[in-house]
């Protein structure tokens, strides 16, 4: 049964809430990764997109989060029907991210700090950021993301796919996004 969620929506799947709050598009940012950062631009007609993520454990034993990474539950960006590949998310070993001084938690990194790679007991939670690079003139109404539960490397038996939809009212400035970062001066 299809839901019709949006960001800022949450859903449960046997009982890890996974919430995207809100969204933050800019043309440039700086990686931070280990001592290193590096600055990125978007190219002409490109922009990145930042989703914030809030994941917590709600039911009675032990679940795992869903990841950015290849394997185990995944997290994924669509527009028009087809997952956006642009390394964004996947694979991305990126501590932080900087946008406009404002310093924010990737989901991944969140998930490492606070020992929630493997499963995680009632009480657990992460809040982080997810990153991809779109097309600047998208439309908010065919971008989608997509958490895959219980992902099969083979077949889809099994697997349960939460949707949410992305809606203009989710997005805010960076200057809006308090409490997900500190500011810094680099």
Known sequence: MLQNRKVGDSSTHNGVEFTPTKYVLTDSLMRVYGRNKQKLHTESG???????????????????????GPSG?????????????????????????IVEGKKLQTYRNSLYE?????????????DGWVFNKIAENFSPSELQ????????????????????????????????????GRTISL
């Open 46 to 68: 490109a922009v990145f997109l930042l989703t914030h993520l809030s994941v917590v454990h709600n039911g009675d034993s032990e679940q795992e989060f869903p990841t950015t």
């Open 114 to 126: 606070n020992d929630a790679t493997s499963g995680v007991y009632p009480g657990k939670k992460v």
């Open 145 to 180: 993301l997509h958490v895959v539960w219980n992902q099969q490397a083979f077949t889809n038996e099994g697997e349960t796919v939460d949707k949410w939809a992305y809606t203009e009212d989710a997005e805010v400035s960076i200057e809006e996004v308090e409490g997900e």
């Open 73 to 97: 539950d995944a997290i994924d960006l669509y527009y028009k029907g087809e997952r956006v590949d642009d390394g964004g998310m996947r694979d991305d070993i990126t501590e932080r991210y």
